[in-house]
Nanobody, 126 residues
């Protein structure tokens, strides 16, 4: 059974940094794509970034390009989201998601993903 466990959330000042981690278990994950989504209070869940575990190829939402970076450690089955230059509007619950065999064009869609973590809160505030 695939399980995803996020960690690394917290409270940070505007302009600060955080690194989120998502540890995966229950499969070999060689053919998986993994992604980060976020959901702010009263808003829909939105795509943040995705990465293919085999190649490391990634894509990022326009709203986070140049500030957030997704990466993976295939051996440890862990995906990271390095978040720099954080803004108050980045405040949300961040979710990790995974899908075996996802096509590239479908990576930004939350309906693509079968497996989800429980989420980790990120709050950007002074």
């Amino acid at each position: 059974q695939v399980q995803l466990v996020e960690s690394g959330g917290g409270l940070v000042l505007p302009g600060g940094s955080l690194r989120l981690s998502c540890a995966a278990s229950g499969d070999n994950f060689r053919e998986y794509a993994m992604a980060w989504f976020r959901q702010a209070p009263g808003k829909d869940r939105e795509f943040v970034a995705a990465v293919r575990l085999s190649s490391g190829n990634s894509l990022h939402a326009d709203s986070v390009k140049g500030r957030f970076t997704i990466s993976r450690d295939g051996a440890r089955k862990t995906v990271y989201l390095q978040m720099d230059m954080l803004k108050p509007e980045d405040t949300a619950v961040y979710y990790c998601a995974a899908k075996k065999g996802a096509i590239w064009s479908a990576l930004p869609s939350q309906s693509t993903y079968v497996h989800w973590g429980q989420g980790t809160q990120v709050t950007v505030s002074s």
